[in-house]
């Protein structure tokens, strides 16, 4: 064996662009940069392999800064694109990276279809509830009275849930994350990465520019495990600095309860990732009326759309053996014109 | 009223209040989004309709559906924004309720940059959509033009039922200037006879671009073109500058006539005969007015800020026997008037030499 065999460990560094990186200072996209820079090395796949595919607007900007294959593609549509190569590809790692402009207004039609289909592909949706390319317009997900340069008496809009529309649209893996809390970012992008078939990230993410107070304490990591729960498969939902706040179901209302005299951890949820009812109950409690979950909402093993369109293939050629252009040509109707 | 400093982009969404838009759908786009910001002020302190849509798809179809109930209504985009709105453009035309349009003109092609740019020349004067017809454009190369044809706009819209266009490069929409506003007009207090606003006691009014059959639509269609042979006839517009005694002709609108016109000046000074042509309207576009200005003039210098989109339209009014240079900057750049200078003191010492050797 020569030393040219042996698969080299790739880093980090292996996936960083020779770009300069153009966001604003403290933008917390270049946090979800280094993230997913350090995911890739163990994610199995060789970097020749991976494909970043992005739309329009500032996370868009994304492909330029990977040392990968990378397509800088049009307005809502990198997950039409990323839709034909995954298909016709089925080898490559293909993450859509996307923003809640671009993947939500003019992408939202493309978003649906895509999560329904389960192709094999990594959607990561950078959340900052706010048009920052355009500097500063309200957003589908900007909430309702949000003051911005597009609605200056406050947005009278309903914003956008997209966990709650992802596994509405029949996503196999919904998951949130924040750009602030880089461990948890990174074990979800992770496990993103590992699922088979459509994964959804969405990334609450912070504009420090046009939208710099959006997430409050959970940008602040001295506040923020008091308003985030972290879901974690067969666990109680404890959260809180100090561990001693809960979720229980009171009948079918979700609570948020002090743990102490009147409740303990045994009366609190137990989060079971492979619940479809519990992840749209989970995805229905918004911040900041409740803690933000994040984690693995939901996971489901199915088929990948390639599986299926394999298996339609093999069953037709089984049953009609494989295809001859010439005779499927020859065996139409033909008319003979004298 | 007096004269303020004025951002076009504000300045054309004030004078569109002031016209009388009763509604206004758009999608934030560089260079065209202050213009969207400054109705999402204004127009509900007037108590009128303003809507961010959720893609430029959406806005043109919101006003289709306004316009449809004889609302006056616009949208603005800038070039890519612009292509999205080609499938609900064609089907205004084809349903003939009057929709206003301002581009902010961005380089091209795809999401090319958001530099100055005259990329949508052929976008919009060549139909804007698929089928035979043609919206009014009108390009103005000032702030105060583009306010006066502003409100111009949604008369020639309502007038002929039909697309006005207003377009402009990103340069005008961006940079401020000195110019007057015109007094808030009032509301119409009817909608149109042919709007959809209730049957009531009258016959029922149909809006639709659907015509099955070949004959209805054949039908429709020479309407059609005979509305747009009136339009030709009548809205003509476009400006000469120094053409009297002018043995050499720049063809040039919008931004790319400013600095035309700087080039002529400086030109001028230095005794060549240069003069400047300037189509207000790109559709319809003055064919006959240059082609009257080649039965005396043989040389022509089309300046645009894109690859070469107005020169076949020059040519076409010029004819085969006169000459027509080109000077064009695509990719969202301004050409300098040093640029046209040198070239137009080029094209004279050619014709000069051109003269001598003949």
Known sequence: MTTANIPLKLTRKDFVSDQTVRWCPGCGDYSILAQIQKTLPDIGYKKEDIVFISGIGCSSRFPYYMDTYGIHSIHGRAPTLASGLAITNPNLSVWVITGDGDGLSIGGNHFIHTMRRNINLNVVLFNNRIYGLTKGQYSPTSRTGAKTKSSPMGSIEQPVNPVALALSSGATFVSRSLDAHTKHLGETLAKAAAHKGTSFVEVFQNCVIFNPNEWGPLEDRRQRDDHIIYLEHGKPMVFGKNHDKGIRLNGFMPEVVQLGDEFSVDDLIVHDETSKQLAYTLSSLEYPDFPAFMGVLYQEEKPTYTEVLMDQIHTAQETKGVGDLNTLYRSADLWTVA | ?358
């Open chain 2, 1 to 358: 009223m007096a004269k303020e400093l004025l951002k076009g982009n504000v300045a054309i969404a004030e004078a569109a209040i002031r016209a009388g838009c009763q509604a206004y759908f758009g999608y934030p786009i560089t260079p065209q989004t202050e213009l969207l910001e400054h109705m999402s002020k204004r127009m509900p302190e007037l108590g009128r309709t303003f809507l961010q849509a959720e893609s430029e798809v959406a806005a043109v179809n919101m006003v289709y559906g306004a316009a449809s109930a004889g609302v006056r209504v616009m949208t603005s985009s800038s070039s890519p924004g612009i292509s999205l709105m080609q499938e609900g453009l064609s089907y205004i035309a084809g349903s003939e309720v009057p929709a206003v349009f301002v581009d902010v003109m961005r380089g091209g092609p795809g999401l090319g940059n958001i530099q100055p740019s005259q990329s949508d020349y052929n976008q919009v004067t060549k139909t804007a959509g698929h089928g035979d017809y043609r919206p009014i454009v009108l390009a103005p190369s000032t702030i105060q033009e583009a306010i006066d044809l502003m409100v111009l706009s949604f008369d020639l819209a309502e007038k002929y039922r039909t697309i006005v266009f207003m377009v402009l490069d990103g340069a005008i929409g961006q940079m401020m200037e000195p110019a007057e506003l015109p007094p808030m007009r009032e509301l119409p207090t009817e909608r149109p006879s042919w709007a959809l606003t209730g049957k009531g006691n009258r016959d029922k009014n149909i809006v639709t671009s659907i015509r099955l059959g070949a004959q209805p639509l054949a039908d429709f269609n020479d309407i059609l073109q005979e509305k747009l042979a009136v339009i030709e006839k009548n809205e003509l517009r476009y400006d000469e500058l120094y053409t009297d005694d002018a043995e050499l002709v720049i063809v040039a609108y919008g931004t790319a006539a400013r600095v035309a016109h700087t080039a002529v000046k400086h030109l001028r000074e230095e005794n060549i005969p240069v003069g400047l042509f300037r189509p207000i309207t790109l559709w319809p576009f003055p064919y006959q007015q240059l082609g009257e200005l080649a039965d005396r003039v043989s040389t022509f210098l089309s300046v645009e800020m894109n690859a070469g989109q107005m020169i076949h339209d020059v040519r076409e009014s010029v004819g085969r026997q006169a000459e027509i240079e080109f000077l064009g900057r695509p990719g969202g750049i301004i050409p300098l008037p040093e640029e046209i200078e040198e070239k137009v003191r080029d094209m004279w010492r050619q014709k000069n030499l051109a003269a001598q050797i003949n």
